[in-house]
């Protein structure tokens, strides 16, 4: 396994990591997902661990905490060799403060985190939306508390935008609080978005990329293709509504692509997804889920081997979409493009 420091941090995690949403299997998405109990969870961390996989990425709203009951169940007994990643900050009840990113918040569900993991520490702590109804001040200084008083090692977000994040890191830096090192963002080959200003600002600010769903909501498994209908026991047909979307001609493009890979290099559809990933800039740990040992081990078969330039260049052109304003002028004329030149073209840059 390939160990990459946590953008700018000192911290090293895994290139892949373990996503803990099958775990607990409570309500319409999360049952969908998977209902992976202590013993078969015990048994993919076992794996997880033999191959270095050793991050676990979960969240208080996966199946209402059991998700985070589960995992720490399955890691007892051997805390020190794993690294533990949560979040908060979406409704975990319907109370004036069961949401968001307020001081009581955020320090409730700390120590609620702490309980169902059984752990005495969080190592990297992450806020699940941006709370637009709490001062960033106050979010902060409850942050660096929790890292001060050794609760939580490292801070991180998740689906922010832009100048939620930029503005973050400003007052933190104003404040001399800690800093945000991770962002954990949807990216995938049916979703690069993530591209045109997050990924500029994680390279300009030293924040690096954690993946979630890197396979595009489950359809690049390689069951999805062309001309078929989706299979019978795909998730998708409960769950697709709740993921990021994509056109049926866009899924299918990029999918062409990857069977033509698949053939070439003898790898399985998702493998090359994940590869791919694993060369784009800013990438520190992409997390992969799995139900099963076979699920699991396949995709754990996404390192150790590498994309040529000519596949790399081949899915980036599949993968490629206009860029929404006000990028499109930056990428379309000369002139624009020779004031700012894109920090992004293929894989010519290395991950972080």
């Known amino acids: 396994m390939e160990y ?51 991050m676990f990425d979960t969240a208080d709203v996966y199946s209402d905490g059991a998700s985070e009951e589960v995992l720490g169940q399955a890691i007892r007994g051997r805390r020190d060799e794993v690294l533990l990643s949560t979040k908060s900050g979406l409704p975990m009840g319907d109370g004036p403060n069961d949401a968001g990113s307020a001081r009581l918040r955020l320090i409730r569900a700390c120590e609620d985190a702490l309980r169902r993991l059984g752990t005495d520490h969080i190592d990297l702590f992450q806020l699940h939306a941006f ?40 007052v933190a830096e104003r404040r001399h609080h800690q800093r945000y090192v991770a962002h954990q963002v949807y990216y995938s080959l049916l979703g690069r978005d993530y591209e045109w200003d997050l990924m ?39 769950t697709a509504d709740y993921g990021p979307p994509v056109r049926d001609e866009d899924l299918f493009r990029v999918v062409d692509a990857l069977e033509e890979i698949a053939q070439e290099t003898g790898r399985a559809v998702p493998q090359i997804a994940l590869n791919w990933l694993l060369r784009r800039p800013t990438v520190s740990s992409v997390v992969i889920g799995a139900r099963n040992e076979a699920q699991l081990r396949q995709n754990l078969g996404a390192v150790g081997w590498t994309l040529t330039a000519d596949q790399m260049a081949r899915l980036d052109a599949a993968s490629a979409r206009t860029a929404p304003y006000p990028h499109f002028p930056y990428h379309r004329q000369e002139g624009f493009a020779r004031l700012n030149p894109p920090v992004v073209r293929g894989a010519d840059r290395p991950a972080a």
């Open 4 to 54: 990459r420091r946590l953008g700018a941090s000192g911290l090293k995690v895994p290139a892949l990591s373990f996503g803990a949403g099958t775990f607990g299997g409570r309500g319409p998405l999360f049952g969908a997902w998977g209902s992976t109990d202590a013993r078969e969870a015990r048994h993919l961390v076992d794996i997880c661990l033999e191959n270095g996989v050793t």
């Open 131 to 170: 709370d637009a109804g709490t001062p960033i001040e106050e979010v902060l200084s409850t942050l660096d508390g929790l890292v001060q008083a050794g609760k939580v090692r490292y801070l991180g977000v998740s689906n922010f935008a832009g100048w939620q994040l930029m503005k973050s890191l400003a």
């Open 200 to 238: 500029p600002l994680g390279i300009d600010q030293g924040v690096g990329a954690v993946v979630w769903s890197p396979l595009g909501w489950g359809r690049l498994t390689g069951r999805v293709r062309r001309g078929q209908p989706l299979p019978a026991q795909s998730r998708l047909h409960q």
